[in-house]
């Protein structure tokens, strides 16, 4: 099975900084991968499929970056309402979700 | 509005059963994958199960396989997860969501219900 190894596993920055989330496959998955935030006690919602596609609705400082084994997801000025828990997820031929990032506010 | 929205969960034994329900609106279900995710306390996310449209084709996760049931009644926009010979590692929040991409993305999730199996 292919595993999804997010990085790092918490993070804490400043309104208006820029955050990275790193996800990374242990075999390469092309484009299939997504995100999803998961604000405190709510469900996940999808951010972002196929890599780079903004879900419709989704703040455009949010964008994902990627392919093969490596991917990023980046906040580039980071709000106090993006104070939630971020997941990748493989898809395609499976499913398989990261460990999870929580992102916090200094 | 798309939606979702879960019931269904509460406290069982171990070895009990359980029957979780979805009722969908606001988009043609009939048209779509759907699917059971679910997240132990303070966990990550695991896809429980996911059925296609027709209720044709069915996935599930190894850990569930032989206990678990996924169904959908289309007529009643509305899917469900039977659970049977329920264990404690079973104890979790089930979400249930639309399935993109062949049952394999998920969008929106319901708010979900709670599973709790314990004596």
């Known amino acids: 099975d292919i595993q999804m190894t997010q990085s790092p596993s918490s993070l804490s920055a400043s309104v208006g900084d820029r955050v990275t989330i790193t996800c990374r496959a242990s075999?390469?998955?092309?484009?299939?991968l997504a995100w999803y935030q998961q604000k405190p006690e709510r469900p996940p919602k999808l951010l972002i499929y196929a890599a780079s596609t903004l879900q419709s609705g989704v703040p455009s400082r949010f964008s994902g970056s990627g392919s093969g084994t490596d991917f990023t997801l980046t906040i580039s000025s980071l709000q106090p309402e993006d104070v939630a828990t971020y997941y990748c997820?493989?898809?395609?031929?499976?499913?398989?979700f990261g460990g999870g990032t929580k992102v916090e506010i200094k | 509005e798309v939606r979702v929205v879960e019931s269904g969960g509460g406290l069982v034994q171990p070895g009990g059963s359980l029957r979780l329900s979805c009722a969908a609106s606001g988009f043609t279900f009939s048209g779509y994958w759907m699917t059971w995710v679910r997240q132990a306390p303070g966990q990550g996310l695991e896809l429980v199960a996911n059925i296609k449209q027709d209720g044709s084709e069915t996935f599930y996760v190894d850990s569930v396989k032989g206990r678990f049931t996924i169904s959908r009644d289309n007529a009643r926009n509305s899917l469900y997860l039977h659970m049977n010979s329920l264990r404690a590692e079973d104890t979790a929040v089930y979400y249930c969501?639309?399935?993109?991409?062949?049952?394999?993305?998920?969008?929106?999730w319901g708010q979900g219900t709670l599973v709790t199996v314990s004596s």
């Open positions: 969501a639309r399935g993109l991409w062949f049952g394999e993305l998920f969008d929106p």
């Open positions: 997820q493989k898809y395609h031929t499976g499913v398989t």
């Open positions: 075999q390469g998955i092309s484009t299939y």
